[in-house]
């Protein structure tokens, strides 16, 4: 999808992958946007039922399915068929250094903004789905004030905080940042199968994000 292709709104899934809170050394989050939502609505349920015994045998239903539940061959497919999908794909990776970061709206904000920074110059107008990461109706207001007041001021931005269950979108996200976190963390070689539709990846360190992010305020 290049930028002379982009449309007056883009639609955006975001999902992470790790913990915020733990010694681990890495949080990984990723976006994925399509100009045509309804291409990818099926893909992960598609993709599940193809794998019918597999699946059965499990008993989950297709919209249920997250990386961390889903078997390899569904994962690769997922992947795979994300490769051949009318999508972009940012990343960002974030060093810890050991640190545990807060679990705080501002934190989560300043996350989220760091990765859509890599895209908003070219997708300035966008319809994002947020993970439900937060559920008090005050954190999500703080989530939404941080990033529309970051947001360049010729674009125009709605944010929704959905039930990964109800968004393809932020479930495809949840793929791309697992699948991302797995190769950081010991070199999972499925994260490449999607290598071509990554436009911007960005590895930073927690400390300099913020930093970067109060200065702005």
Known sequence: MTPDQTPSIVHVGL?????LTSTMPLFVMAAVITHRPE???NLIRRTALRSGKRLKRQRKAASELKWHNASQRIRQGVLNNLLQAEVAIFLLTVRKRGRRIKDTPENYAILTCELLRLCWDVYPNIA???DRHFTSPAQIAAVNT???RHWPVQGVLSIHHVDSQRS???QLA???ASSAYDWHKAGNPAFNLISEKIDAALVEDWQHIK???LKRK
């Open 174 to 176: 949840d793929f791309v």
């Open 211 to 213: 930093a970067r992010w």
């Open 15 to 19: 999902d992470e992958s790790g913990s």
């Open 168 to 170: 393809p979108l932020v």
């Open 146 to 148: 941080t990033i529309h």
């Open 39 to 41: 291409v990818v609505r």
């Open 128 to 130: 994002l789905s947020l």
